[in-house]
T-cell receptor, first 115, second 112 residues
Framework: DAKTTQPPSMDCAEGRAANLPCNHSTISGNEYVYWYRQIHSQGPQYIIHGLKNNETNEMASLIITEDRKSSTLILPHATLRDTAVYYCIAADLAHGSSNTGKLIFGQGTTLQVKP | DGGITQSPKYLFRKEGQNVTLSCEQNLNHDAMYWYRQDPGQGLRLIYYSQIVNDFQKGDIAEGYSVSREKKESFPLTVTSAQKNPTAFYLC???????????FGSGTRLTVV
């Protein structure tokens, strides 16, 4: 699975958009980009995922560059409850062998939403 | 409601004792996973199973054992061979498709 790189921490003002970047320059053609978040002492929560096209759901938007080497997770109106660690992961869960097809978590980005 | 349940939420054990953490899912997912998380760290994969009666070691399998006798259940045993068992343990499940994982709420194990 491709390695991803995220900034260790970011701040965002409450009510503003939070834009969390992720680099995945070695991503392969079958690998999706997944975003999860983890609020302290809870299990990770799925946010969104995508392959090539931009995606939007009730939680967030995912913008993937045309060359697929980077992406941005956008929380359009951040609230204090969005304070969490955000993980960006590149993986192919449908076609993985014993050595692939798993979600490998890095250190993520700690997003602090401030009043 | 479908989901994944881990029990207990908190577990205390004496050093040298084996302990089994429960993970049950009713999502009809084929694959199940166990992760360990230490304070301030990301998740590390212990074991995973993509089908009943089959499982593979993850990155930090030493000192742990698992079984997958039923599709719904994937218990993790932390043995006395695990040097630093105190941690937050997370179980997840998925279909073998690109829909991602569903995580349980975790078990916090403290060995004294």
């Amino acid at each position: 699975d491709a390695k991803t790189t995220q900034p260790p921490s970011m701040d965002c003002a409450e009510g503003r958009a939070a834009n969390l970047p992720c680099n995945h320059s070695t991503i392969s053609g079958n690998e999706y980009v997944y975003w999860y978040r983890q609020i302290h002492s809870q299990g990770p929560q799925y946010i969104i995922h995508g392959l090539k096209n931009n995606e939007t759901n009730e939680m967030a938007s995912l913008i993937i560059t045309e060359d697929r080497k980077s992406s941005t997770l956008i929380l359009p109106h951040a609230t204090l409850r969005d304070t969490a660690v955000y993980y960006c992961i590149a993986a192919d869960l449908a076609h993985g062998s014993s050595n692939t097809g798993k979600l490998i978590f890095g250190q993520g980005t700690t997003l602090q939403v401030k009043p | 409601d479908g989901g994944i349940t881990q029990s207990p939420k908190y577990l205390f054990r004496k050093e040298g004792q084996n302990v089994t953490l429960s993970c049950e899912q009713n999502l009809n997912h084929d694959a199940m996973y166990w992760y360990r998380q230490d304070p301030g760290q990301g998740l590390r994969l212990i074991y995973y199973s993509q089908i009943v009666n089959d499982f593979q070691k993850g990155d930090i399998a030493e000192g742990y054992s698992v079984s997958r006798e039923k599709k719904e259940s994937f218990p993790l045993t932390v043995t006395s061979a695990q040097k630093n068992p105190t941690a937050f343990y997370l179980c997840a499940s998925s279909m073998r498709a690109n829909y991602g994982y569903t995580f349980g709420s975790g078990t916090r194990l403290t060995v004294v």
